[in-house]
């Protein structure tokens, strides 16, 4: 643009009054000379709008915008241009001589609606589709936050179905579209962010590291899924695609559905953003445990250690009464109901998310640049989530009706002590709801050091006196004591991500367009599990420490040619010949032993 450019920033409406026109009629009598007026323009993230229609009020005489937001017209001083684009408020404004126009047109929450993103990220209108799509907006996403984003989908798309696993922060999402598609495998959805396909399935064999979201006597955590690495701050729309005609493009991997993940882009002013967000997190209790009679068997209180040790996970004593009664660990305490243990327990967590962000867009070039950290400390004692993330995208135009869009998104996470989920030894949430009904949880609580009482070791239970071992309350020994299995047992995770891709897209002047795109997700991710020797179960054949690496890597490369064809001025056809290229490549090691 030149130094006598004009910028218009046009809102939600605008209106031309009978006084204007008349005003426009006078201007145009003085019989001024044509000019040839030049603009460009642009929607308000900065991003050039292609195929705007622009055309002079009253004539017949108009033209349309470039693949590069630009249009040339030949016009006269005071003619009242009309923009009109699908999606998009009409604007309308008046000619001023000698100067070029930069136009941003603002979208129009009643038809945008009607306007989503489908298959290899092209846009059309709802009308003209023969599958269902629906599409939410990020905003929706961030407004009740979740730390996995997919968990806010549930109830705004339908039938969608989405199942949380009880794992914390860093637990997996299961998504369902319309049911399931499959008996056997996978029924997930696929996802695409900004154009590159993401891996997020929970087979071993693809990602080298079982998504376990824990079976009924399975000792192993929920692992989290890939979706957990998005952050919410970053996207600008998620489009849903139903059944196989929306997914026919992407294969046999759709055949879940597909998600479509849309990353924001630059905006025209020139914008930093700051979001900070802070969730409480806390247990509810809605057990109707009887709290009548105590520890103890058929009726009769405990009157030994081991007779209380024997029915560590029984109520089945005498009424309590508040009488003094021994105890497990040979100590005498109120035979009272304890009801508040899951309280006792678990503690306030809260997840602390910040994102910061920075855009700025130009006639040609658009460029956004954000960071986030979120931490949290779980409700289970000695467990958390760490994930800190950037995202960087940008497009511009080197020459005329050339674009090229570039995404970057990298992650990186660590879990820390996920819970166990199963059945099974190690889960300190099994035991908690086990105790007896007069069994105080910080009674099992030996504290930091973990050594063991004089009086468990006289009471013959089988404790073997040495530091660290687990301070058992029953003679079940896959009974783990929750404070033993918070504090003791390891099931760590770290992962760093790399999404990225690339496309460039050239159209001729008669519509004609060839789009080439190459995205990569790549991610190296460690696991380590660890069961002390302490453990009660733990036997000295076993082998209780683990190390599980992997290293994940998917590039999809893929090209697009078409062309519109507009039949009538209400039938467009526009046939497209693509085709796309899959490299997956997965190496995972496992090293274990008996070492801790």
Known sequence: ???????????????????????????????????????????????????????????????????????????????????????????????????????????????LSEVVVTALGIKKERKSLGYSVSEVKGSELTTARETNFASGLEGKVAGLNVT???????????????????????????????????????????????????????????????????????????????????????????????????????????????????EFEHVSNPTDYQYEYGNGA??????????????????????????????????????????????????????????????????????????????????????????????????????????IDAHLNYTSDYAHNRPILGDGAGNPNYQVLLLPTSLNVNTLNPGSSGTITPANIASGLGYSGVAGNELQFTNNNYATNPWFAADKFVNNSSRNRNIASGSARYTFDDGLFAQIRVGQDYYTERYTDIVPDGAAYYAAAFQNLGETYATVSEINSDFLIGKPFKVTPDFTITPNIGGNEERAKTESTTESGVGL
């Not at 009020?57 to 349309?64: A, F, I, N, Y």
């Open 1 to 111: 643009m030149g130094a006598n450019a004009t910028t218009v920033a046009l809102r939600k409406s605008s209106i031309a009054t009978t006084a204007n026109v008349r005003h426009v009629r006078d201007i145009k009598s003085a019989s001024q000379a044509s000019f040839t007026l030049k603009g460009f323009v642009r929607d308000a993230s900065g991003q050039p709008l292609i195929g705007v229609s622009v055309g002079i009020k009253g004539t017949t005489q108009g033209t349309q915008t470039d693949v590069n937001g630009k249009f040339v017209l030949s016009a006269n001083t005071g003619d009242v241009l009309v923009f009109t684009y699908l999606g998009y408020v009409k604007k309308e404004i008046t000619v001023v001589a000698g100067a070029d126009l930069t136009v941003e047109m603002d979208e129009d929450s009643k038809q």
């Open 164 to 278: 949380t696993v009880s794992g914390g922060a860093a637990s997996s999402v299961n998504i369902q579209i319309r049911g399931a598609s499959s008996l056997t495998g996978d029924n997930q959805p696929l996802y695409i962010i900004n154009g590159v396909q993401m891996t997020n399935s929970n087979d071993a064999n693809i990602v080298g590291i079982s998504r376990n979201s824990g079976g009924q006597y399975d000792n192993s955590p929920d692992q989290g899924d890939g979706i957990g690495n998005i952050n919410p701050d970053d996207i600008e729309t998620i489009s849903v695609l139903k059944g196989a005609a929306a997914a026919a493009l992407y294969g046999q991997k759709a055949i879940g559905g597909v998600i479509l993940i849309t990353t924001k882009s630059g905006s025209s002013k020139g914008t930093v953003e700051y979001n900070t967000n802070y």
């Open 298 to 403: 058929e009726g009769i209180k405990p009157t030994t250690a081991a007779a209380a040790f024997a029915a560590g996970n029984d109520s089945w004593g005498a009424k309590l009464d508040g009488s003094s009664v021994i105890q497990f660990d040979g100590v005498s305490r109120p035979y009272v109901a304890q009801e508040n243990n899951i309280d006792e327990f678990y503690r306030t967590g809260g997840t602390f998310t910040n994102t910061v962000a920075f855009s700025k867009a130009y006639d040609l070039a658009a460029f956004r640049i954000s960071a986030s950290d979120l931490h949290d400390n779980a409700v289970i004692p000695n467990s958390g989530y760490d994930r800190k993330s950037f995202n960087l995208s940008g497009n511009f135009s080197p020459v005329k009706r050339l674009m």
